[in-house]
């Protein structure tokens, strides 16, 4: 008993009710005389019922052992017709050989179609060529009905629940890379609010912290009020950009007027805020702008280098020696080129730590078009190299 597997001693509540309705119907239609083979028999009219309490069990193994019932139910189906036969046996025989395409494994469930149809073509042509009578058509038939139809059905509908269990598997993938899909994008764009962010505030906090040292750094109030003049101009302008990143992030912003995105066009403004921030740590900004006449950029290329000179000139404010930071914009053979160079070394006064966010965010932003960027120092310069695509079919690949 141990070692018969559980669902074999459990049968299917259905299947219980399957076998005793199937057995009960079959003792009263042999009480009630009604015989499936007539005058064709060898054995006293009860043999009729012990293959039918032979094969009426089998009900209960169908869904769990579908070869040892289709094997026992032929037997008994056969057996069958050497006495006055039972419809009750043939029934279960059908409901045996359904069975046993439906539950079974999958090369029975393709065997039997093909096996029960040949059957059934054999059976005919043999008793049209014994009998010679018409009514010899009749025993093919009712041989597909026993044999080939069950089969065909049973085939047909674990056809269905095979494409029904393909289908529902490939929606779960279909939901799962959805999902996996939902969480890259938003991994993307909370990196790309973080970059926004930072390139946005990080000039204008640069700039506060640096002359809020330099003011408890100097005891002199002529220096402090002009620290404070430009701590004030700073706090006023990051606080705006703040408000206008606020106001793209509100869902409830669709009714509000689009804030200019920043340009090049900017830069000269960039970098005139940039030579007053500068001017007490002995920094120049010079811009040199030797793009030739052409089409415009696409926007987002105008964007990132805008944003990698604006990120650039904040580390300069912060990290660079006094002397003049170069800006250089160039564009020929489809690239757009942004070169800063900013003296590198050691300057006395205060400065502002960096986290290093800002060379990961303007090289993430050159890799996300396709270009290529470089930053690091290069005899007394820091260097910062960015090559972007300047061609709107390139920008979209």
Same mark, same amino acid.
Not at 17 to 42: C, E, I, K, P, Q
Not at 300 to 313: D, G, K, M, N, T
């Given at each position: 008993m141990g070692d018969v597997p559980p669902k074999i001693l459990r049968p299917h509540r259905d299947d219980?009710?399957?076998?005793?309705?199937?057995?009960?119907?079959?003792?009263?239609?042999?009480?009630?005389?009604?015989?499936?083979?007539?005058?064709?028999?060898?054995?006293?009219?009860?043999?009729?019922?012990?293959?039918?309490?032979?094969?009426?069990?089998?009900e209960l193994l169908r869904r769990t052992a579908p070869r040892l019932t289709l094997a026992v139910g032929t037997a008994a189906v056969i057996a069958d017709q050497f006495t006055v036969g039972n419809l009750g046996t043939v029934l279960v025989f059908t409901d045996l050989m359904y069975a046993a395409v439906v539950y079974g494994g999958p090369a029975m469930a393709r065997r039997l179609p093909v096996s029960t149809g040949l059957v059934t073509v054999v059976v005919t042509v043999v008793a049209v060529a014994w009998l010679r009578t018409p009514q010899s058509l009749m025993i093919g038939v009712l041989t597909g009905i026993v044999c080939f139809g069950p089969a065909l059905t049973g085939a047909t509908l674990r056809n269905h629940r095979e494409a029904a269990e393909a289908a529902r598997l490939r929606a779960a993938q279909t939901a799962l890379l959805a999902e996996m899909d939902r969480t890259q994008a938003v991994a993307a764009e909370r990196a790309r609010m973080a970059r926004e962010l930072h390139d946005m505030v990080a000039n204008h906090l640069s700039a506060i912290a640096l002359h809020s040292t330099a003011a408890l750094s100097i005891d002199s109030p002529a220096t402090s009020r002009e620290a404070l003049g430009v701590i004030r101009?700073?706090? %006023?302008?990051? &606080?705006?950009?703040?408000?206008? @990143?606020? #106001?793209?992030? $509100?869902?409830? !912003? +669709?009714?509000?007027?689009?804030?200019? %995105?920043?340009? &090049?066009?900017?830069?000269?403004? @960039?970098? #005139?805020?940039? $030579?007053?921030? !500068? +001017?007490?740590?002995?920094?120049?900004? %010079?811009?040199?702008?030797?793009?030739?006449?052409?089409?415009?950029?696409?926007?987002?290329?105008?964007? +990132?280098?805008?944003?990698?000179?604006?990120?650039?000139?904040?580390?300069?404010?912060?990290?660079?020696?006094?002397g003049p930071v170069a800006v250089r914009l160039a564009r020929e053979d489809g690239l757009l080129t942004v070169a800063v160079d900013s003296p590198y070394g050691d300057r006395p006064g205060p400065r502002v730590p960096g986290s290093g966010a800002g060379l990961i965010g303007m090289r993430e932003r050159t890799e996300l078009l396709g270009g290529t960027f470089t930053a690091g120092p290069a005899g007394p310069l820091w260097q910062v190299r960015a090559a972007l695509p300047a061609e709107e079919k390139a920008v979209r690949e």
């Open positions: 219980v009710l399957l076998a005793v309705a199937s057995v009960l119907a079959g003792v009263l239609l042999w009480s009630l005389g009604v015989h499936s083979t007539g005058d064709r028999h060898f054995f006293p009219a009860w043999a009729a019922l012990v293959p039918l309490l032979v094969i009426g069990p089998m101009e700073n706090s %006023v302008q990051g &606080l705006a950009e703040m408000r206008r @990143l606020i #106001g793209l992030l $509100r869902e409830a !912003g +669709a009714g509000q007027d689009a804030a200019p %995105v920043p340009s &090049l066009d900017g830069l000269a403004a @960039l970098l #005139g805020r940039a $030579r007053a921030n !500068g +001017a007490a740590s002995g920094l120049d900004f %010079v811009l040199d702008d030797a793009r030739p006449p052409g089409p415009p950029l696409p926007a987002p290329v105008e964007l +990132a280098a805008y944003r990698i000179v604006q990120e650039s000139v904040t580390n300069a404010l912060k990290h660079a020696a006094a």
